[in-house]
């Protein structure tokens, strides 16, 4: 911490500090509610998709034995493109899902048993919200490290650097008030003496 000066000037500059940083703890506090509330917002979307996938999960036990067959569903379908666009919250640039695009193989009809249509779609819905899910995670990681930053910094303002001023700008007022009253007391000694020395002459 640089030392304080005793001076009208330091009394000057420290209240110009203050006033900055109460014009920018605003801003600060702004920016972390905002991204509070990106990161609720996110939570919420990750919950209501991993729901939706156990859903679809448990809609799967109905018919899950025919999964036992010997047959890699998993082959007639693959990821071809995930498409994505920019979005920003509060200053943090992140991923947001657009569409995912599937590539499948042809399906010999009569080689294979009549459900390996539904089960390629519930392949591809399920690999969909994965994506989903992870892009959304992703989402979060960017804004909660944003957040956990912005927290920090409200905090440094709010405890650490507007007190520190206050302080500081409170005990140069005391110092400057000492010396002037100081200041004072010596002119008036420093008369008294000169009336006494002119009263001898």
């Known amino acids: ?86 979005g920003n919250i509060a200053g943090v640039n992140f991923p947001v899902f657009e569409n995912v695009e599937f590539k499948r193989s042809p399906v010999d009809y009569y080689a294979t048993p009549p459900w390996v249509d539904d089960g390629i779609e519930v392949l591809e819905h399920l690999m969909k919200l994965c994506i989903e899910i992870t892009i959304y995670e992703r989402q979060r990681e960017l804004l909660s490290d944003e957040l956990r930053v912005a927290s920090q910094r409200v905090n440094l303002f709010e405890k650490v650097k507007i007190p520190k001023c206050i302080e500081n700008i409170r ?31």
């Open 171 to 201: 005990i140069i007022r005391i110092y400057l008030a000492e010396e002037q009253t100081a200041a004072v007391v010596r002119a008036k000694i420093a008369k008294g003496k000169f009336l006494e020395v002119k009263r001898g002459i």
């Open 1 to 86: 911490m640089p030392k304080v000066n005793f001076t009208k000037n330091e009394l000057k500059v420290q209240h110009d500090v203050l006033q900055r940083y109460k014009r920018y703890l605003p801003t600060l506090e702004l920016k972390k509610t905002e991204l509070q509330l990106g990161v609720r917002k996110i939570d919420q979307l990750i919950s209501e998709k991993k729901k939706e996938e156990r859903g679809i999960w448990k809609g799967l036990h109905t018919w899950i034995r025919l999964f036992s067959e010997d047959i890699d569903i998993g082959s007639y379908v693959r990821v071809k493109e995930v498409k994505r666009r920019m």
